[in-house]
């Protein structure tokens, strides 16, 4: 569960005061937010050409992953995917860059035969694959 806490800031400040901390946080439009731990290997901070971001989708997070942050990364320069992974169905949400930059929304994709394919990457991911060890609820 995400826990809103009473911090406005902007992203250097962010970046400062959260060094050290052992708690993880997340800056959303200027509110700093504390997250649920994540693995020792999610706690990277910066990424300075991302490529490929994937998110994997809870329902506290359903509103941030879909929309400010799916706004938010598809302004990155270097970035060529965003994709959303559901948690608790066989469903993906995908923001591909064109030659004119990201569609408006994402590309839906669900069910058990569903194929991710990030041509741009060389990437093709089936469901099948993806969500071969998740037990859906």
Same mark, same amino acid.
């Given at each position: 569960m995400n826990v809103q806490l009473p911090l406005q800031? +902007?992203?250097?400040?962010?970046? %400062?005061?959260?060094?050290g901390r052992e708690e993880r946080y997340e800056l959303d439009r200027g509110r700093v937010i504390l997250m649920? !731990? @994540?693995?020792? @290997?999610?706690?990277d901070l910066t990424a300075t050409a991302p490529v490929l971001i994937v998110e994997v989708l809870s329902p506290s997070s359903e509103r941030i +992953?879909? @929309?400010?942050?799916? %706004?938010?990364?598809? !302004?990155?320069?270097?970035?060529? %995917?965003y994709l959303v992974v559901a948690?608790?169905? !066989?469903?993906?949400?995908l923001w591909l860059r064109g030659p004119t930059g990201f569609a408006p929304g %994402? +590309?839906?994709?669900? @069910?058990?035969?569903?194929?991710?394919h990030i041509e741009p990457l060389g990437i093709v991911l089936p469901f099948a694959e993806v969500y071969d060890r998740v037990r859906l609820t």
């Open positions: 800031m +902007d992203q250097q400040a962010f970046l %400062a005061w959260v060094q649920t !731990r @994540g693995s020792r @290997g999610h706690c +992953d879909l @929309g400010d942050k799916a %706004a938010e990364y598809v !302004r990155i320069p270097s970035l060529m %995917a948690q608790d169905e !066989r469903k993906a949400w %994402a +590309d839906v994709l669900k @069910g058990d035969e569903a194929v991710i």
